[in-house]
């Protein structure tokens, strides 16, 4: 008996229509982006569509769509501009003197920066569960751990950790894991709650890291 056929579906385009390049056009392409990672936390990542970010932006379909083709091209962008700033993020930490710094001194410093930027994104967590689960999205996913991981691992070489880059990897990979997730709960908390859950988590990174950094090879 012949098998029957499977219906695959058809991945939509994430390609803005065009990048503004006059200045008018260039705020309200960021406005759209700003007024949809509002409704993303609002109104949630099924409930939302180009009619409601239109709406909320005051202009017509047709004319949000001279800038994203459809929700997922506009949520793609705001993915894009996220991982823009974590790629930031670890550029700067390559520029600490890591040979000079302590353990607990560079735990500290590293939690802080990559908070930031999590706190800064509205709505990060709808929207990295979106980069997740949207099939659009998930090259974006895919290269947040690429990018971390590869990055960490260089920070821990840097760090003191004489491990092969296979070991480095796995571990910058536990430390993706932990981090990326309690920041995803910690812009959620409030300011106690959030103090506490960062206390536990630069324990967990000292005792994980520590125990490395003072293996051999």
Same mark, same amino acid.
């Given at each position: 008996?012949?098998?029957?056929?499977?219906?695959?579906?058809?991945?939509?385009?994430?390609?803005?229509?065009?990048?503004?390049? =006059?200045? %008018?056009?260039?705020? #309200?392409?960021? @406005?759209?982006?700003?007024?949809?990672? *509002? /409704?993303? &936390?609002?109104?949630?990542?099924?409930?939302?569509?180009?009619?409601?970010?239109?709406?909320?932006?005051?202009?017509?379909?047709?004319?949000?769509?001279?800038?994203?083709?459809?929700?997922?091209?506009?949520?793609?962008?705001?993915?894009?501009?996220?991982?823009?700033?974590?790629?930031?993020?670890?550029?700067?930490?390559?520029?600490?003197?890591?040979?000079?710094?302590?353990?607990?001194?560079?735990?500290?410093?590293?939690?802080?920066?990559?908070?930031?930027?999590?706190? =800064?994104? %509205?709505?990060?967590? #709808?929207?990295? @569960?979106?980069?997740?689960?949207?099939? *659009? /999205?998930? &090259?974006?996913?895919?290269?947040?751990?690429?990018?971390?991981?590869?990055?960490?691992?260089?920070?821990?070489?840097?760090?003191?950790?004489?491990?092969?880059?296979?070991?480095?990897?796995?571990?910058?990979?536990?430390?993706?894991?932990?981090?990326?997730?309690?920041?995803?709960?910690?812009?959620?908390?409030?300011?106690?709650?959030?103090?506490?859950?960062?206390?536990?988590?630069?324990?967990?990174?000292?005792?994980?890291?520590?125990?490395?950094?003072?293996?051999?090879?």
């Amino acid at each position: 008996m012949a098998n029957p056929p499977t219906t695959m579906k058809t991945m939509q385009s994430v390609s803005p229509r065009s990048e503004p390049v =006059q200045s %008018r056009s260039i705020k #309200r392409a960021q @406005q759209i982006l700003d007024v949809t990672s *509002e /409704l993303l &936390e609002t109104v949630g990542l099924n409930d939302l569509n180009t009619a409601i970010i239109a709406k909320e932006v005051g202009i017509s379909v047709g004319s949000l769509y001279h800038y994203f083709p459809n929700k997922h091209a506009i949520l793609y962008a705001m993915g894009k501009s996220w991982l823009d700033s974590i790629e930031d993020v670890l550029k700067d930490i390559q520029e600490w003197r890591l040979e000079d710094m302590t353990l607990p001194n560079f735990i500290d410093q590293v939690v802080d920066i990559n908070l930031r930027t999590y706190r =800064q994104q %509205r709505a990060v967590l #709808r929207l990295v @569960q979106a980069m997740f689960s949207v099939q *659009e /999205l998930r &090259e974006l996913d895919e290269r947040h751990d690429d990018m971390v991981i590869s990055q960490m691992a260089k920070v821990f070489k840097r760090l003191g950790f004489k491990k092969h880059i296979r070991e480095r990897e796995r571990i910058a990979r536990l430390y993706l894991e932990v981090t990326h997730s309690t920041y995803l709960v910690v812009v959620n908390q409030n300011e106690r709650r959030a103090a506490r859950t960062l206390d536990d988590l630069k324990l967990m990174l000292t005792c994980v890291l520590e125990r490395h950094l003072n293996e051999p090879e």
